[in-house]
């Protein structure tokens, strides 16, 4: 069974940085794309960035300049280091990865359970 397990979140001053990991372990032939999501309280999940396996990256534009996605192929990891942190990017982060198991001919998207992160003004 495949997991996605992050980590990093916490509690930080405006201005400050974090950074967040996202581990898949299980029966994993390959990853396409890794995608961090943000959900701020009361609100709809968003796409914060995302990268594929050949590492393009996109991000939203309220992140860019201070976030950066990256990926480690061989440890099924990818990461977001946040920067410059704002009050409004509170919220629980999620990741998630298209994987295509050994067991299966086409790929399946997972989630992670998310992690918390608290910027404070």
């Known amino acids: 069974q495949v997991q996605l397990v992050e980590s990093g979140g916490g509690l930080v001053q405006a201005g400050g940085s974090l950074r967040l990991s996202c581990a898949a372990s299980?029966?994993?032939?390959?990853?396409?794309?890794m995608t961090w999501y943000h959900q701020a309280p009361g609100k709809q999940r968003e796409l914060v960035a995302r990268?594929?396996?050949?590492?393009?990256?996109n991000y939203a534009d309220s992140v860019k300049g201070r976030f950066t996605i990256s990926r480690d192929n061989a440890k099924n990891t990818v990461y977001l280091q946040m920067n410059s942190l704002k009050p409004e990017d509170t919220g629980v982060y999620y990741c998630?990865?298209?994987?295509?198991?050994?067991?299966?001919?086409?790929?399946?998207?997972?989630w992670g359970q998310g992690t918390q992160v608290t910027v404070s003004s």
């Open positions: 998630s990865a298209e994987i295509f198991e050994f067991t299966r001919a086409s790929p399946n998207l997972f």
């Open positions: 299980g029966s994993i032939f390959s990853i396409n794309d």
């Open positions: 990268i594929t396996r050949g590492e393009f990256t």
